[in-house]
């Protein structure tokens, strides 16, 4: 589950076995919350903690780099 501070609750349900998830549509330099559980043969896990996000900035485009030799 995640909350983008709106209130508005969105939950993810993926049956996998994979370690990461990729969201998309995320606002930069916004606050996400997250938590999560796990789930087997014998149903759902408790929820964990709450985790804040802080989304990256678009970084600048790099100058030229200049050396010497």
């Given amino acids: 589950m ?3 501070n ?9 049956e996998n076995l994979l370690l990461s998830k990729t969201l998309s549509g ?5 606050d ?4 999560i559980r796990a789930q ?3 149903g ?3 929820f ?6 802080r989304t990256s900035d678009i970084p600048d485009t790099m100058s ?4 010497t030799a």
């Fill in 64 to 67: 030229h780099v200049v050396s």
């Fill in 40 to 42: 087997n043969i014998y």
């Fill in 26 to 30: 995320l606002v930069s330099q916004q």
């Fill in 6 to 14: 709106s209130k508005l609750v969105n939950i993810i349900a993926s």
């Fill in 44 to 46: 759902y896990g408790p």
């Fill in 48 to 53: 964990s903690n709450v985790v804040t996000i």
């Fill in 32 to 35: 996400y919350l997250f938590k």
């Fill in 2 to 4: 995640w909350d983008n």
